[in-house]
């Protein structure tokens, strides 16, 4: 099976996983990808097709340089059986260059964020929607990283039903992590009992950086933040976050062959986020499954997908990210026995929870 993948990033990890599983099963795939300031990632092995530098913001902005590599995607969509996107913008492009084929090829739409424009009441996110569910009728597998999305947003807000649709959440592919790597256990934290928090990925949650500032500030040491990954508050929260005392910023990271030793220097997991109502109640975060997967305790925010499965398992602290007084407090009463008791139900969930079974097995015969 021919699969073009139009990618708005080149190395974002979900859409390596997702390729690299394809692949796997048989798929012959040829990269189509913007390039866009993000974290470093391995190179894809065969290569890829650069569409050109893709700035962050708004769908008005991207409209420029998506119709400029039109031309690429349809030629290349020419002699494929299948365009696999990532997100609406891709969707635009993957339809629209195939759209005057004899035989048109298949297209998988993946879904793992909501854009805030989509939620709207004004005449745009009305008009967003509409040309999302004109578009959804070529789609012939709509692939969710959680199952919110399908009940809180396509069936909620779009009214459709009768979706051909696969969830496939953010795990990790066993094949890039073939053995468990030794890392430093929780009882093995040293005798100052210094609380080691990991907020790790694209640091975006500004109400996430705010709890962590006041942690750093009123722990006095007994509470230090490591940070890796990429930053996107402004200029003054990203200055802020290298020079406060007991955080440390480690820059970008390259996924996956960085992620042992930087969950090796953590007790907790930072995993809350709240950067809009909708993003918050229906996507689910990479560092959840990376956390289950080497086993530390998370600390999550309340009432998210995450959140949930957080609490029903007994897996780490829920937090209110808008109650930053109370949010603090609950953290700084963390103690040894806790962490034990969350790192015990960690080591007895089933690795199912955060690695692949037969999800791509699935998603091919969905797609044929």
Not at 114 to 127: D, F, K, S
């Amino acid at each position: 099976m021919r699969i073009v993948f139009l990618l708005p990033v080149v190395s974002h990890a979900r859409y390596h996983k997702r390729v690299s599983a394809l692949c796997a099963l048989g798929a012959e795939p040829q990269i189509l990808a913007f390039e866009r300031e993000y974290y470093p990632g391995n190179p894809w092995p065969n290569g890829y097709i650069s569409l050109g530098y893709l700035q962050h913001g708004n769908f008005h902005q991207r409209l420029i340089p998506i119709l400029k590599a039109l031309f690429r995607i349809r030629t290349a969509a020419k002699y494929t059986d299948v365009i696999y996107v990532f997100g609406l913008d891709m969707l635009f492009l993957g339809a629209l260059s195939s759209l005057t084929f004899r035989n048109r090829p298949k297209v998988v739409y993946e879904v793992a964020d909501i854009h805030p424009t989509l939620l709207g009441n004004g005449v745009i996110a009305r008009l967003l929607r509409w040309g999302e569910r004109c578009l959804l009728r070529y789609v012939t597998v709509l692939v969710v990283t959680s199952e919110a999305y399908i009940t809180g947003y396509f069936q909620g807000i779009q009214g459709l039903s009768d979706l051909h649709y696969k969830v496939i959440e953010n795990k990790l592919d066993i094949e890039q992590f073939p053995s468990l790597p030794t890392i430093m256990g929780i009882s093995s934290r040293n005798e100052s009992e210094t609380l080691r928090i990991g907020y790790f990925g694209l640091i975006r949650c500004r109400r996430s950086w705010q709890v962590l500032r006041e942690l750093a500030k009123c722990g006095q040491g007994r509470i230090r933040i490591y940070m890796r990954g990429v930053l996107r508050l402004t200029e003054s929260e990203n200055q802020e976050i290298c020079n406060t005392e007991f955080v440390e910023y480690g820059g970008p990271y390259v996924y996956p062959d960085d992620l042992p030793f930087m969950y090796g220097q953590v007790d907790l997991i930072w995993i809350a986020n709240y950067l809009s109502q909708g993003h918050v109640n229906w996507s689910r975060v990479n560092r959840f499954y990376e956390a289950c997967y080497f086993e530390r305790p998370m600390i999550a925010q309340i009432n998210t997908q995450d959140g949930l499965v957080v609490d029903k398992l007994g897996l780490g602290q829920c937090i209110d990210l808008l109650n930053i007084e109370d949010a603090v407090d609950s953290i700084l009463r963390i103690d040894q026995e806790q962490l034990e008791v969350w790192g015990r139900n960690l080591s007895t969930t089933p690795r199912d929870i955060c690695v692949y079974t037969n999800e791509h097995d699935e998603l091919i015969e969905m797609m044929r």
